[in-house]
Nanobody, 123 residues
């Protein structure tokens, strides 16, 4: 089973910045072949939505509401991702979940999720 460890959430004033990180770990002796990795978020009473995603080739995708404010990056190995969040708005408050899609074994493609980290933005 793949474990995603998230950090960086917290309380920030509107207009401020936060940086989230996510590290994927695999069972001993296993390698996750990552297709893409990124972040979703879910606010109370709302559906989970894509925030940002980066694929194995480095191409990125962003939700419309965060374009120009958030940026996603990864290390060369592709098992760690960072989400730089700038110009935060109260509407950005949510639980942010790290997600990765990949092959833990040949022919088996699955999605893996972190436990979530709370981001709170005060006015």
């Amino acid at each position: 089973q793949v474990h995603l460890v998230e950090s960086g959430g917290g309380l920030v004033q509107a207009g401020g910045s936060l940086r989230l990180s996510c590290t994927a770990s695999t069972p001993s002796g296993s390698i996750l072949s990552i297709v893409h990795m990124g972040w979703y978020r879910q606010a109370p009473g709302k559906q989970r939505e894509l925030v940002a995603q980066i694929n194995s080739g480095g191409s990125t995708k962003y939700g419309d509401s965060v374009k120009g404010r958030f940026s996603i990056s990864r290390d060369n190995g592709g098992n760690e991702v960072w989400l730089q969040m700038n110009s935060l708005k109260p509407e950005d408050a949510a639980v942010y979940y790290c997600n990765t899609r990949g092959y833990l074994k040949v022919g088996v493609l699955d999605d893996y999720w972190g436990q979530g980290t709370q981001v709170t933005v005060s006015s």
